[in-house]
């Protein structure tokens, strides 16, 4: 079956699902039910988390069934809930991860020392580490300042890892113009970057 005959077939299980035929939903389910597990099972590298992810992504489509208008094709618009929905699964296990080295860490006396640790001088690596956590910072809030394209292929890309192909495949956009709000993404994130290190030679 060629692209549009498919499209065309998610077209007119769409409207018969939006009038609430549950069976039609039920058959667009069995028709990319694959392909969002495929990507959620690449972002997550977690058979679990991709099919909790998978299931997530096709109860959040139902619920907002009636608000899609079909500006995009069906498929899109449900890898683009399984990407959103991998992101943020992606960012609970970043959090926990953090909170679990910090409780791994070790334990401080009352003084605020490790008593039978050897007592080094860290303060150049303290000094580069709080400038490296303020550069960090800066990005993170240029970052969230992006338009929510941009950022999301910049989170897709830059911080997750994925191929060009894979985030074409997630938000249903072309490559061309992924890489254009990529491009886009990092010169306003640059400019950030700039800005700050434009801040530190005023401050000398």
Known sequence: MSDEAIREEDRQLLSRAQDGDVSAFEALVDAHRDKVYGLALRMTRSEADAAEITQDTFLSAYQHLKDF?????????????????????????RVAQAAEQELQGPEFTER????????????????????????????????????????????????????????????????????????????????????FYNRDSREL
């Open 69 to 93: 208008r079909g500006d995009a094709a069906f498929g899109s618009w449900v890898h683009r809930i399984a990407a959103n929905h991998a992101l943020m699964r992606l960012r609970h296990r």
């Open 112 to 195: 605020g020392s490790l008593a039978d640790y050897p007592q080094t001088d860290w303060s150049r690596d303290a000094e580069e580490k709080a400038l490296d956590a303020e550069l960090g910072s800066a990005i993170q809030q240029a970052s969230d300042r992006l338009p929510e394209g941009y950022r999301e292929v910049f989170l897709l890309k830059d911080v997750e890892g994925l191929s060009y192909e894979q985030i074409a495949e997630a938000t249903g956009d072309s490559i061309p113009a992924i890489k254009s709000r990529l491009h886009r993404a990092r010169l306003a994130l640059r400019e950030a970057i700039d800005a």
